[in-house]
């Protein structure tokens, strides 16, 4: 793929639990200047639900030594509500965000998704004027969505009524 994107082209990295609510997060990907956009963490690494990876950074990427990177990313601990959590609950999060710190990347953290960093969150509660200002919905677990209440939200969001 490095040989075919354009440097100023985005990969997108996406689960398949995350929802497309808005454009807004396209929007600011677009006329940003970041090498990689992702959902802002307490933990200081992108979530890794859903990510932006330019070109160029894509390119660096995969000519760094991945192996060693992914290494020390998976070697690190985190605390969560003040108990220490081994890195392989969450590897891909600390896995990307740290081959983007080790290839020179600038990585722009912002808030994009709904809910919010381990906040549950009831699918009754959501309606198009509470989602105002979110690009996406991320049905995990953490956060008290299911993916199977995916189709439900959907209809909801784009009902008549």
């Known amino acids: 793929i490095t040989k075919e994107i354009n440097r100023n082209d985005y990969i997108l990295k996406l689960d398949s639990d995350v929802m497309f609510i808005s454009d807004k997060i396209f929007k600011e990907v677009i006329t940003g200047e970041s090498e990689a956009v992702g959902q802002y963490t307490k933990k200081g ?24 990177a992914v290494n020390e990313a998976a070697a690190g601990w985190y605390p969560i509500r003040n108990w220490q959590c081994p890195i392989s609950l969450c590897p891909e999060d600390r896995a990307i965000s740290e081959l983007i710190r080790k290839s020179g990347g600038k ?13 549950t969150f009831s699918v009754d509660k959501i309606t198009r004027e509470h989602l105002e200002g979110y690009s996406i919905l991320h049905f ?4 008290g969505l299911q993916e199977k209440q995916m189709a439900e939200v959907w209809g909801r969001l784009n009902s008549d009524s």
């Not at 995990?140 to 956060?143: G, I, L, P």
């Open 140 to 143: 995990s677990h953490w956060c």
């Open 45 to 68: 690494y992108m979530e890794g639900g859903s990510c932006f990876l330019r070109g160029s950074l894509v390119s660096r990427i995969v000519g760094h030594p991945i192996y060693k």
């Open 107 to 119: 990585l722009r953290l912002i808030k994009f998704r709904l809910p919010s960093e381990r906040s």
